[in-house]
């Protein structure tokens, strides 16, 4: 079956390196997504990976992915007030007829929360 | 260039009522999903269009129906709604041939009394 989960809540320091970490089941997940949603808003696509990949870099953002142990996880660099949301970890892959769809398995999300 | 956008922002409506939401796409893109987020939960995939069709469907009952138009643009529709219909509404595009990304809209809060 299709299940993504995450721990539900993480607290760091300003400046110090946030890492959120996400689990998945299905094998033929072909990408895995880090969104960021603010509180009342929709949701903000942050990066994502192939699962070919094992890592992605993006300014502030690091991306690893563990496809043997369906594990995945987001670091950010210098974490700042700024950050402070929830982030989702998603995973796509080729559903309905004929793989015709992408549809997207959210986790419940981590809340990070950011002290000055 | 226009991002996603959803109308209404706010609704309250009461249990047995019916809801009519909107979405237009991303300039370009032609593919709308539907999810529903309920407080303190991930977003859930109600069903996705192309083509002015229903390509897939998540869990949900008949209740939920939807339809996109020729110019992509997409609206969800509830039926007798139950208090457990509360949620946030969010509605995604994305290109067919590009399907890796999918950019959210700000979402409808949907309130049922």
């Known amino acids: 079956g299709e299940d993504v989960e995450q721990s539900l809540f993480l607290s760091v320091r300003e400046g110090d390196s946030s890492v959120i970490n996400c689990t998945y089941t299905?094998?033929?997940?072909?990408?895995l997504y880090w969104y960021k949603q603010e509180p009342g808003a929709g949701l903000q696509l942050l990066t994502y990976i192939f699962s070919n990949m094992d890592m992605k870099q993006d300014q502030r953002l690091t991306v690893l992915l563990n496809k043997k142990d369906k594990h995945l996880s987001l670091r950010i660099a210098d974490t700042q007030t700024g950050d402070s949301a929830i982030y989702f970890c998603a995973e796509s892959g080729l559903y309905g007829r004929g793989g015709a769809t992408n549809k997207l398995i959210f986790g419940t999300g981590t809340l990070l929360a950011v002290q000055p | 260039d226009a991002g996603v956008t959803q109308s209404p922002t706010h609704l309250i409506k009461t249990r047995g009522q019916q809801v009519t939401l909107r979405c237009s796409p991303k300039s370009g893109h032609d593919t709308v999903s539907w999810y529903q987020q309920a407080l303190g939960q991930g977003p859930q995939f109600i069903f996705q269009?192309?083509?002015?069709?229903?390509?897939q469907r998540g869990n949900f009952p008949d209740r939920f129906s939807g339809h996109q138009f020729p110019n992509y643009s997409s609206e969800l529709n509830v039926n007798a709604l139950l208090l457990g219909d509360s949620a946030l509404y969010l509605c995604?595009?994305?290109?067919?041939?590009?399907?890796?990304?999918?950019?959210f809209g700000p979402g409808t809060r949907l309130l049922v009394l």
């Open positions: 269009y192309y083509e002015e069709e229903e390509r």
């Open positions: 299905d094998s033929s997940s072909t990408y």
């Open positions: 995604a595009s994305s290109l067919r041939q590009v399907q890796e990304t999918q950019y």
